[in-house]
DNA sequence: TCTGGGGTCCTAGGACCC
DNA sequence: TCTGGGGTCCTAGGACCC
C-alpha cells in the first residue's frame, strides 16, 4: 500500500480550499530559502515539481504554487491512522515510512482485498492510496507505481490496483531500464550501462560473473536477481528496532566562525541525546557529519568508552568526533549520529 | 537548479594478528 | 630482488530509499 501524494493530500485535507491547487510542501515553507520539495500535489506536478526539488526551482517552475512548511507531527498522525486501518485488515503489515506498507495475506482474490484496503482506507482517513500486488516484496513494490493516478500502466485494469508477478514481470518491466527497478539508482544504472547492460531484460539474462566483479560478491548477485524479479516475501509486524538516531540543520548561510560549529555540534548533541533516551537504549557510537561549501560531505566517529545515554558523553563524543575533521572551509550542514549496539 | 532530513546496507582499505 | 597468506575488525564513503 502506497499512499498518494501523502504529505500534500493531509495538508489539502485540513485545508479544504487548497483542494485542485498546485500545493507545495517543503522546508519552512519558503521558496526563497535552502531546502527540497517534501511533496508536490498532482497539480503541481504538471508544472515538473517534483520530491527533492529546491524549493527556489518549484517556486520558479509553479509560482502560483500554495508553499508550505514541513509539519512532521501531522504527518506521523495520520499516517499512524492508516497503519491502524491495515493491521485490521492482513495479519501482516510492515510499516516502511509515513506512506508506504507491506501487507501479507493468502487469499484467493488478491483484488477484493485491494479493493477492500483502497475503500477502508479511504473511509477512515480521507487519503487515497495505491495497491500493488505481488509475489513477493519486490514485485508489489513495483506494482503499487502502476497503480498510480496518470501511470502509463496497461489500460483496462481497475483505478489504484495493479499485480505484479513471474507470468507478467517481463511484460511489463522488460524494456524499462534497469533504474526502474527498486534498490537501483542512476549511479548503479550507469555502471551498468558500462558494461553494456540497459534493460531489465539485459540485466536478468546477465552473466552473473562480470556484474559480481564490478559491484561485489553480494550486490552482482543480487542485481541480477532483482532484474528477475525475485526477492524476499518476509513481511514482519515486529515493532521497528533503530540502528541509529541522528539529527542534522542546513544553515541559510553557511558557518565559517568554527567556533560557532564546535557550538552548533554541542547543540545537536543535545537533540540526540533526548532521542537516545527516548529509546531507552544506550549509544555506542558518535558520528559527525559535516557538508563543506559548495556540497562536499564528509563524516567521522568515534566509539563511546561503554555504551551511554548520557548527555555529557554524547556531547564530549561528538565533539571527539568533530576534532577529526581538519578542513576548515565554510560548513552548510552539520549533522550529528547516535548508532546502538545490534541485536537489541 | 543548486541541491532537506532521517534512515539502511554494502564495500574498500587499513590495522592488526597468527 | 622483491618483499606470504589468511582472517577479523573498524572506519569512511557510496548508494539508495522514503
Known sequence: M???QFIAAVEVLRRPGLHGLPVVVGGDGDPAKRGVVATASYEAREYGVHSGLPLRTAARRCPDAVFLPVD???YEAASEDVMAVLRGLAPAVEVMGWDEAFLAARTEDPEALARQIRERVLAETQLACSVGIGENRLQAKLATGFGKPGSDAPSGRPAGI??????NWF???GDQP???LWGIGSKTAAKLAE??????RELASADV?????RFGPTTGPWLVLTARGIGSDEVSSEPYIPRSRSREVTYQQDLTDWAEVRAEVTRIAGQVTADVLAEQRPAIRIVVKVRYKPFFTSTHGVPLAEPSSDQTVIEQGAAAALEKFTDRRPVRLLGVRAEFADGG
Do not use: C, Q, Y
Not at 162 to 167: D, N, S, V
Not at 195 to 200: D, E, S, Y
Not at 209 to 213: F, G, I
Open 178 to 180: 534497469a533504474s526502474a
Open 195 to 200: 558494461l553494456g547492460i540497459t534493460t531489465v
Open 2 to 4: 502506497d499512499l498518494d
Open 209 to 213: 560473473a562480470p556484474v559480481a566483479a
Open 171 to 173: 511484460e511489463v518491466l
Open 162 to 167: 495493479f499485480r505484479l508477478t513471474h507470468e
Open 72 to 74: 512532521k507531527p501531522a
